[in-house]
């Protein structure tokens, strides 16, 4: 008796939450939600969760675009802001900060945040800058049947991959077993930031701008992407993420370090070859160089909220945005994304991403002249690359180019 | 016409002039003679949903708002900016002529620093993309002009088609067609026997379809406007010329291309001044790796995590200062021919 009434009472709640949820998610008052975020399905399916939440005198308007980097910071600059919630990532959420274009979210925390986790909030200075509500990073994709054709174990570490890549070639079964994503710009430039995060080292002389690559580590990073290159299709120069994923589709790679993010779009299997999916297996990413964190990067996207709006509209966008990640959503989408939300339940797309994560690999760095950096070394690593230029001189490029720029950014 | 009516009538133009062309270049000059303040950093500590918290440094937001309100432009750098790595690099030559192993040591290092490998790939592309266009364009121009009228219509259209294409669409289009699974990218291989050609993996060859690229779709505009001045060629000075037993070739050497001269001259001076500014092939090949532009390079400091507005308007600046040079033999030229017909 007493427990069907424990039932009924708790059913009773849970149609009353329901039904709050569904009429405009419950936002008190009035406001508008303008959301700014990158293009990709994931964050596509938040601005649409969001937009749920319209209705009576909320509006929601959402731009998801692959420009979103370029348009935030002249954005959120004008007074009132364009838009009212910036979705953002490690690095694109550096320039708001820099020019103090988002507002703190510990009030709006404290009253509307109870479904978010302790780590979801990102945390500057003491003060929660951005929700986070997923992660992505970088790992191994590997096809299981061409590895035990040759006779090897899962690859742990590059050294593993090259041995392996070598096997492979000498053994016929492909030409190009590897490849990356080496377009000269934002890709090769992450390659690089990848595979030096795993050697240990740090980017900069510590709380100073002062660049701080030109070490042994570089040269061990330059070498391994160099060394990659030699099982690579010639043209591995024009591979961005997307070229690499159609080319592993298409059967013509055995190996690659390829985004969590597109994980999902590989084991949905649409337009690859026979047996691709089936035999392809996410794993941690790999080490380098002995050493014992995977050389990738870890990501984060999360929203933070404009600080030129009222703040009413900052009010309705959270609790938009709330609802937008909220469980509900992630337990009917649990494949899209690996979800840094309450009750989520990783499937098997979301595998390799965990599995790096567990073994400790490091953020993508957050420093204000990080993105400087980025922008060199996406310029001037093309030629050692290509093979036209030594290891040396494309660090001591690397460092002309960033100092330069770094002389003009204010930060040296 | 008197002055005043004449005055009048250009006003509207001379307002439009100085807002949309005189005012954004003096806005480029003064833009990239500032660098931003010095940052003021603070270090706080960073927490992240992976690996906990950390020490970071950040800016100073209120200590910096209170500078840029002080001087919104930024700092005064003079001509620092001009003369830096990134630009025209004034301490890297001065090292590279002062110490070097010879003469191959200096061009290829000079051609290491980024501006003059844009420079170089620019000009490159300018004067062998020009001629050769404005070539292919008289050639084509002269077949159409003689076949039957009733082909006419569509054989133009057809020849069009490359200048109608968005210039990215059309790199986008021949980038596909050279890839090593693309129609011309496979026959390459075929006819070449060789399995392993890449058009876009060698910078020699990346060159060349840039080049390529560049006479494909720069041709059609040459060959309309010759095909226009093809109809005005005297009728009567071709015909005493046929007479007098002048061939095809001697008509076209000695009365086509006079006639054509000056047209010559106009063609030649938008297209090199198009070419100066070529961008679109080089992202549409993702040819970054070998090819760079001056163009590129203001695109590059305008993209990414980080903008550099100052170096992008010092590149702007010295682009605006290339056109001009390259524009002035023909310019002295125009000039001459008017003062000549003057007087």
Not at chain 1, 101 to 117: F, K, S, T, V
Not at chain 1, 293 to 302: E, I, K, Q, R, S
Not at chain 1, 358 to 385: C, D, I, K, W
Request: aromatic letters at 10%; charged letters at 15%; proline letters at 5%.
């Amino acid at each position: 008796m007493k427990l069907l009434l424990k039932t009924t009472v708790s059913l009773g709640v849970l149609c009353l939450t329901a039904g709050a949820a569904f009429a405009e998610c419950g936002i008190e008052g009035t406001g508008s939600v303008r959301i700014l975020s990158n293009d990709f399905e994931a964050l596509r399916l938040v601005n649409t969760t969001a937009a749920e939440c319209a209705g009576g005198s909320v509006t929601v308007t959402s731009n998801a675009t692959a420009e979103h980097k370029n348009i935030q910071v002249p954005a959120l600059t004008i007074n009132p802001a364009e838009y009212s919630v910036a979705v953002v990532a490690n690095n694109s959420i550096v320039p708001l900060l820099n020019d103090d274009l988002i507002r703190p979210l510990d009030d709006l925390i404290a009253q509307y945040g109870q479904d978010l986790q302790p780590n979801q909030l990102i945390k500057i200075d003491g003060k929660t800058m951005a929700i986070a509500f997923m992660g992505n990073a970088q790992h191994l994709f590997y096809r299981k049947d061409i590895l035990d054709q040759a006779g090897i174990a899962e690859p742990k570490t590059y050294e593993d991959i090259l041995a392996a890549a070598e096997k492979i070639k000498a053994d016929g079964l492909m030409q190009y077993p590897l490849a990356a994503s080496d377009k000269p710009g934002w890709d090769l430039a992450a390659e690089f930031v990848n595979t030096y995060l795993g050697t240990g080292g740090e980017f900069f002389a510590t709380g100073s701008a002062e660049l701080d690559i030109d070490n042994a580590n570089g040269l061990k990073t330059l070498e391994t992407m160099k060394a990659l290159t030699a099982y690579m299709d010639p043209d591995y120069l024009t591979f961005d993420a997307n070229g690499i994923q159609a080319e592993y589709k298409a059967g013509n790679v055995a190996m690659m370090v390829q985004w969590g993010s597109l994980a999902g779009d590989m084991l949905n299997g649409e337009g690859a070859a026979d047996g691709v999916v089936e035999n392809t297996v996410l794993a941690a990413a790999p080490t380098v160089g002995g050493g014992s964190v995977p050389a990738v990067a870890l990501w984060w996207d999360g929203f933070t909220i404009a600080k030129n709006i009222s703040d009413e509209d900052a009010a309705a966008s959270f609790q938009a945005m709330v609802h937008g990640i909220s469980p509900d959503m992630v337990a009917a989408n649990p494949t899209v994304a690996t979800w840094l939300v309450a009750g989520y339940e990783p499937g098997p797309a979301a595998v390799g991403v965990i599995a790096t994560a567990n073994a400790g690999a490091r953020a993508y760095p957050m420093q204000p002249y990080m993105g400087l950096l980025h922008t060199a070394l996406s310029v001037e690593l093309a030629e050692f690359m290509a093979g036209s230029e030594s290891a040396e001189q494309a660090l001591a490029d690397v460092k002309a180019a960033y100092d330069t720029a770094a002389k003009e950014g204010g930060y040296l | 016409m008197p002055h005043k009516t004449f005055f009048a009538f250009i006003l509207p133009s001379l307002i439009a002039m100085v807002l949309f062309i005189a005012l954004p270049i003096v806005s480029v000059v003064v833009q990239s003679m500032h660098v931003e303040h010095g940052r003021i950093l603070v270090s706080v500590e960073n927490c992240q949903p992976f690996g906990g918290c950390t020490t970071e440094t950040r800016v100073d937001t209120a200590a910096m708002a209170q500078l840029r309100a002080e001087q919104p432009m930024g700092q005064f750098n003079g001509f620092g900016t001009y003369l830096n790595r990134g630009h025209l690099a004034v301490n890297e030559i001065g090292a590279i002529l002062a110490n070097n192993t010879g003469l191959g040591d200096i061009v290829s290092r000079i051609y290491n620093l980024p501006f003059y490998k844009a420079l170089s790939f620019t000009l490159v592309f300018c004067f062998v993309v020009t001629p050769l266009a404005m070539g292919l364009g008289f050639i084509i121009a002269l077949g159409v002009n003689t076949i039957p009228k009733m082909l006419k219509g569509p054989v133009i259209f057809f020849s069009l088609l490359p200048m109608i294409i968005t210039p990215l669409i059309g790199s986008l289009i021949l980038y596909w067609m050279i890839q090593p699974n693309g129609i011309i990218g496979a026959n390459l291989r075929v006819l070449f026997d060789d399995p392993t050609l890449s058009l876009r993996q060698s910078p020699v060859l990346t060159w060349l379809s840039l080049l390529f690229y560049g006479v494909w779709t720069n041709a059609p505009f040459s060959f309309v406007v010759f095909y226009a001045g093809l109809q005005t060629v005297p009728a009567d000075t071709l015909e005493s010329a046929m007479i007098d037993g002048a061939s095809r070739w001697e008509r076209i050497r000695y009365v086509v291309i006079p006639h054509l001269a000056p047209l010559a001259t106009f063609v030649a001076l938008v297209q090199l001044m198009d070419n100066f500014r070529v961008f679109e092939p080089i992202v549409g090949f993702s040819a970054e790796a070998n090819a760079t532009s001056l163009s590129w390079l203001i695109f590059n400091d305008l993209s990414g995590d980080a903008l550099l507005f100052g170096s992008a308007g010092a590149t702007s600046v010295i682009t605006i200062i290339g056109v001009i040079i390259l524009l002035t033999p023909v310019l002295i030229r125009t000039w001459r021919e008017f003062n000549h017909k003057v007087v």
